[in-house]
């Protein structure tokens, strides 16, 4: 079982800008970038054009980057997180039940568009981790 822990830098808005400011100062290359427009769910207009999500590589990291929904801001110091990468379902489930022990939800573990089953817990120490499941 493979499992990656990935920095998430989460933004109101300000992923595009992020992106090219990274591909300067650090040499990253942009893998992967689609909007929120471009998901294929119903999102607002004021939502289309912020990024969803974007994957960097710099050297041989990743680099997850992408816009909220509009409005929606993390605290000071909570706009990097930890994504968990992961295929196995059943472990993903683990990880969600471990961290929320003592934490707190931000988001369920289940379905959505882009994941079998996706989950963003903030831990007993403050630590916010992205649960994300691979499609298989």
């Given at each position: ?103 707190q939800v931000e988001h369920p573990l ?5 994941s079998p089953a996706y989950g963003m817990?903030?831990?007993?120490f403050g630590v916010t981790f992205q ?6």
């Amino acid at each position: 079982m493979e499992v990656q822990l990935i920095p998430y830098i989460m933004l109101d808005g300000g992923a595009r800008e992020a992106i090219a400011f990274y591909e300067q100062a650090l040499g990253a290359k942009v893998v992967f970038k689609t909007t929120f427009g471009e998901s294929g769910q119903e999102v607002s207009e004021q939502a289309r054009d912020r990024v969803a999500h974007s994957v960097l590589k710099i050297g041989g990291t990743d680099l997850y980057v992408a816009d909220t929904d509009p409005g929606v801001r993390f605290a000071q110091g909570k706009q990097v997180n930890i994504c968990i990468n992961i295929a196995d379902k059943e472990q993903a489930q683990k990880y969600y039940e471990a961290l929320k022990e003592g934490g707190q939800v931000e988001h369920p573990l289940q379905e959505v568009y882009f994941s079998p089953a996706y989950g963003m817990v903030t831990d007993k120490f403050g630590v916010t981790f992205q649960i994300f499941t691979k499609r298989t």
